[in-house]
């Protein structure tokens, strides 16, 4: 069934398969426009700056150019050096496609977001105060380890160990960060304006303690941006913070005591509304404000005008993330009607604007919701599909004709992933054999014409109920034997 398949999709490629304007011109003029007006600053050299001025170090030693991108390395460490890194032939392409609009390796996040015009979400936009330096960095973003004391519901094992060992029953990540990658940021540090830590939870991540020592030493000014759960506050957290330049940024989700300890499994709501007044208060005597970083889901939306009028209260900006996983929690999953309703609730409510401040938040909120109208079209569009039980094979080559082949390459490469991903746990070697994996199938689909039949190949490959068979043939075969095997799929749809 063509539905199946549309399921499948990657929601980025959904939006444009669904919608026949975007089949083949995914990012209009008209859109890159009206995104580059709303960005401060304006106009940009690039789509996105990120690739110019920051560098986001993962926590299996991969770096990129953002924590959305994780598929265009710039470089791995302890493989290559920082420096290596900033400099590399893989940094330069990047920078080349993005000043070329084109969001094709690996900012697909942003891509969707841009078509959804929900551009206060764009991660692209984060980088634009940004200046550049043609030498060195002046962000760094860090995420070098994944300890953390929760278990959130929307969150996995990669981003907490607590999760990773409890909940997902496998060995601990263990980080390729060291004391020679801290030594390696000195000749960094002095350039910087900026820097962002992620977790796991920050302030439980040991490494991290070491590099804002550094930092407060070499670069005082330097703003110091932590992601924190606002759990931790102890001595060693309130020393720090009086001696550098930290920006608070708090991950919360739920106003309500027994909502939040239900989403945020193991935190204690009144510790860590309690800790966010203390968060709060340090900011405020140093001039600065905190950020709200809110995941709206299934189980919260109706929360999210109390966010808005709470973070103007609080002198804080709000961020909404996209959750796309578990499925059962993801706002976009939901039907018609469901969104329908959600739509309704959030269209009954405004907000002042008489500050800066205010007009951001408000600025969120309402992008947010015209996220929610566009998993709302994509809703009704699919399940105008899902009612034909059947799909005949005219209708079948209507719909895959209209498809461009590196979208079904795309939704068969994610398939391979998660079911690699269902049945290994070691995560260097699992990414190091899913790039030997996509490489080799790449190089057998691109001897073939990129046409209909190589098309309904991919799509008899892709609709497999299980991926057992194809991960055994990736495994233990070479190129010449997988192109034959191909090579008969085509042959047969040739004939028909």
């Known amino acids: 069934m063509i539905s199946r398949i549309i399921d499948n999709f990657p929601s980025w490629i959904k939006g444009q398969v669904s919608n026949p304007a975007h089949a083949n011109q995914p990012l209009t003029e008209e859109i890159i426009e009206a995104y580059n007006e709303s960005r401060i600053n304006h106009p940009h050299q690039s789509l996105c700056n990120a690739p110019f001025s920051n560098m986001y170090f993962g926590h299996n030693g991969s770096v990129t150019a953002c924590c959305y991108n994780r598929t265009h390395e710039l470089g791995t460490y302890p493989n290559q050096t920082v420096k290596e890194t900033w400099t590399s032939a893989k940094a330069e392409e990047l920078r080349a496609l993005l000043s070329n609009n084109d969001l094709s390796s690996g900012c697909e996040s942003c891509e969707k977001l841009l078509l959804s015009k929900n551009f206060e979400a764009v991660i692209a936009k984060n980088y634009d105060l940004l200046p550049y330096s043609k030498d060195y960095p002046t962000k760094l973003e860090f995420e070098l380890d994944n300890t953390c004391n929760l278990e959130c519901t929307m969150c996995f094992g990669e981003f907490s160990s607590s999760i990773r060992k409890n909940r997902e029953k496998k060995p601990l990540l263990t980080s390729p960060y060291d004391d020679a990658f801290v030594d390696q940021l000195e000749e960094f540090i002095p350039d910087l304006h900026s820097t962002r830590f992620f977790g796991g939870e920050p302030f439980l991540i040991d490494i991290y303690y070491k590099i804002w020592d550094r930092i407060v030493d070499l670069n005082p000014g330097c703003e110091i941006v932590v992601q924190t759960n606002a759990t931790i506050l102890n001595s060693r957290v309130e020393e720090l913070l009086s001696k550098g330049k930290f920006k608070i940024n708090i991950s919360i989700d739920s106003l309500e005591k027994e909502s939040y300890e239900a989403i945020r ?232």
């Open 265 to 496: 499994v193991n935190a204690s709501f009144d510790k860590v509304m309690s800790n966010i007044a203390y968060f709060h208060d340090y900011s405020i005597k140093r001039g600065r404000t905190i950020g709200l970083s809110v995941c709206p889901m299934t189980t919260n939306w109706k929360e999210l005008p109390a966010f808005i009028n709470y973070s103007n209260e609080m002198d804080a900006y709000i961020y909404f993330n996209i959750v796309t996983f578990p499925e059962h929690l993801s706002i976009g999953k939901l039907n018609s009607g469901d969104l329908n309703e959600i739509i309704n609730f959030l269209e009954k409510y405004d907000f002042p604007t008489d500050s800066v401040l205010e007009n951001s938040n408000r600025q969120h909120y309402f992008d947010f919701l015209k996220q929610v109208r566009a998993w709302y079209k994509l809703a009704l569009i699919t399940e105008k599909e899902q009612q034909n039980n059947f799909v005949s094979n005219g209708e079948l080559t209507r719909h895959l004709d209209a498809l461009d082949t590196a979208q079904l390459k795309n939704v068969f490469y994610q398939k391979i992933e998660r079911s690699y991903r269902g049945s290994n746990s070691n995560n260097v070697d699992r990414d190091r054999v899913l790039k030997e994996y996509f490489t080799k199938t790449n190089k057998v689909f691109d001897r073939f014409n990129q046409d209909l039949s190589l098309k309904k190949a991919i799509y008899a490959l892709t609709e497999r109920d299980s991926f057992d068979e194809i991960l055994e043939v990736l495994k233990n075969e070479n190129e010449e034997q997988i192109f034959n095997r191909v090579a008969t799929l085509v042959e047969a749809n040739n004939k028909n």
